[in-house]
């Protein structure tokens, strides 16, 4: 198993190797999978391992950094030149999804329904949340703060989780976003919602 995770990070890190940042998973709000001036290396010039660790989620670049987190529990702080440890954290608990870069801070989602801000430079925790209810997406960022699904709830957090509509269906999928408008995949719908006024703008359904 430890190979196979080795394997995933460094295929992932020829893909990120140039790129100027990759803040969640595929990349940006629009989740489009593409990143500026990528250059793809012939050879991998260093490799990082996790250990026993299980489970690796999307790791995410920014600056000369790359994170990575595993289901174990652990996040690493890895620089981009030298596949040097930077830092390593544990957070005691398992990791559900995929981090995302929120401001300075990385948000980590564990079991217990607890998103955790830890510090790029450090990895020190600088804030978190206590979810009512168990998170069913990753953290969304946008502008000064994320959005979030428990379910068929969503949340829009900034200092405190505030809780916005439910919907028809639980949500399920990352979120993503696009001019006014932020994208929410659901078991049976795509609920499109504008991020202004809140209001559900479309459904989109399966023919």
């Not at 010039?45 to 994170?67: A, C, H, K, N, R």
């Amino acid at each position: 198993m430890r190979i196979r995770y080795m394997c995933m990070l460094i295929l992932t890190l020829l893909m990120l190797g140039h790129a100027s940042a990759w803040d969640m998973f595929r990349g940006d709000m629009q989740r489009t999978g593409n990143a500026e001036d990528v250059s793809i290396m012939v050879e991998s010039t260093w490799q990082y391992e996790v250990g026993e660790e299980t489970g690796m989620l999307s790791p995410i670049l920014y600056g000369d950094t790359i994170y990575l987190a595993t289901r174990s529990g652990f996040v690493h702080a890895v620089d981009l030149n030298t596949g040097e440890q930077r830092w390593i954290k544990f957070l005691n608990k398992s990791i559900d999804y995929n981090i995302v870069r929120y401001g300075n801070t990385i948000l980590v989602t564990t079991e217990d329904n607890i998103i955790h801000a830890l510090d790029l430079d450090t990895g020190e925790e600088t804030m978190s949340w206590v979810m009512e209810y168990a998170p069913t997406t990753p953290p969304f960022p946008l502008g000064d703060a994320f959005y979030i699904g428990c379910g068929r709830a969503v949340y829009r957090v900034s200092d405190t989780p505030v809780w916005l509509f439910n919907l028809s269906h639980d949500c399920v999928h990352a979120f993503s976003a696009s001019g006014d408008c932020i994208y929410i995949p659901t078991t049976r719908a795509l609920y499109q919602i504008n991020r202004t006024t809140k209001e559900i703008m479309h459904i989109f359904t399966p023919e």
